[in-house]
């Protein structure tokens, strides 16, 4: 998932955005409500994780305006305050869901997929393609019926490829479905991450299945 936290004590958004990372999801990050309107007007997020005590608009002001421009991306909002009455302005506010602080990661985690799980059409199919097959929702990938352990970036260029096969994809649109915007070094690394799947996927290189397109970048499959 592509997801946008919202939330002004550095450490927890730290935390979260390593965390999140390391799951695998491209991870930006907002410390009040005027940048997180600034980022949801420019990218299409899967969730949104809104702190409430943001310095300025708080999270339930920001949670009303984004429903006012009619934006629909689930909203999951973090806070300290847990009374009923708490949870009911957070959720007529137009949030979708709530998680008190502390909260377990991996509750954290569950609530996310759930919210991305009631968005219509997030419903992912298995891709195919020849003797490749990749399954989104049970993170599994096979090629001639054996099984391919990738790493979590390696399985998100592949899934990225799969959806886009016969099409010529460049470096900055791999970037821009699967990284945060403030990578660094982002074009190098997916190079590295294109080479060690043609390793694992058994298609060295030049690459009889992700192929490099000159001057653009990279297509998986022939150009159908």
């Not at 990372?21 to 299409?44: M, R, Y």
């Amino acid at each position: 998932m592509r997801l946008l936290i919202v939330e002004d004590e550095d450490a927890l958004a730290s935390v979260l955005k390593s965390g999140l990372t390391e799951e695998g999801h491209a991870v930006d990050l907002a410390v009040e409500a005027e940048s997180a309107l600034d980022w949801t007007s420019i990218v299409t997020y899967d969730v949104l994780v809104i702190d409430i005590l943001l310095p300025g608009i708080t999270g339930l002001d920001l949670c009303r305006e984004l429903r006012r421009r009619h934006d629909q991306t689930p909203i999951l909002l973090l806070t300290a305050l847990d009374t009923v009455s708490d949870r009911v302005k957070g959720l007529d506010s137009g949030a979708d869901d709530y998680l008190v602080k502390p909260f377990a990661f991996a509750e954290l985690l569950a609530r996310l997929r759930a919210l991305h799980r009631r968005v219509p059409g997030t419903s992912d199919p298995i891709l195919v393609y020849d003797d490749l097959s990749l399954d989104p929702a049970a993170h599994r990938v096979t090629r001639a019926g054996l099984p391919i352990a990738l790493s979590g970036r390696e399985f998100q260029i592949l899934e990225y490829l799969l959806r886009r096969a016969g099409r010529p994809v460049t470096r900055a649109m791999i970037a821009d479905g699967v990284w945060d915007y403030d990578f660094p070094n982002v074009t190098n690394v997916i190079d590295v991450h294109i080479s060690a799947l043609r390793a694992k996927l058994n298609d060295p290189v030049p690459g009889a299945l992700i192929q490099t397109v000159r001057g653009v970048g990279y297509r998986l499959g022939d150009d159908r």
